[in-house]
């Protein structure tokens, strides 16, 4: 009796096993609702950032200068990371997109960041980590229109005001 349930049961085992992967199958194929201009755009400002990236640990201001809006509060964001480039003879730099928030042609990508400024008569370098929003403007073409928070650039004006005396 016991013998004719178990070979009883391995045939149903079977047939409730293939089932269920079928029933998986199915469920897995649903089509994508992802629209693919909004791929493409996703694509297009995780690039910008990169590029952003490789501009400044490549030290290449070319590209900032032709990213960057012509405004006076990026204006001085440039003279920053020049700064940076003639301080600092090696810059590591490591971004961490954490959300992409679109309004129409405005973006914003807050990141995570942390980094390493060495010059060559430091033993250690300097690291530092935070937390900004980048602001970009643009659907095809993006352009950078503000930076927000705790920005890796300009880390040479802020080791300079750490490394001043404190007057009392």
Same mark, same amino acid.
């Given at each position: ?29 649903? =089509? ?59 810059? =590591? ?76």
């Amino acid at each position: 009796m016991i013998a004719w349930i178990v070979s009883r049961a391995r045939p149903l085992a079977c047939w409730t096993v293939l089932g269920l992967i079928g029933l998986v199958a199915v469920a897995c194929s649903k =089509a994508s609702n992802i629209n693919p201009d909004d791929a493409a755009r996703v694509r297009k400002i995780d690039a910008t950032v990169e590029r952003i990236r490789q501009a400044y640990t490549g030290k290449d201001a070319s590209v900032f200068h032709s990213l960057f809006m012509p405004l006076d509060s990026l204006r001085k964001l440039e003279e920053e990371i020049q700064r940076d480039f003639a301080v600092y003879d090696r810059i =590591a730099l490591d971004l961490t997109i954490d959300r992409v928030m679109v309004d129409g042609t405005d973006v914003a990508v807050y990141f995570h960041w942390l980094g390493q400024w060495q010059r060559a008569t430091d033993e250690q370098p300097l690291r530092e980590r935070g937390h900004a929003i980048l602001r970009l403007v643009g659907h095809q073409t993006l352009t950078v229109s503000g930076v927000d928070g705790d920005p890796p650039f300009g880390m040479a004006d802020r080791r300079i005001q750490s490394d001043r005396p404190r007057g009392r």
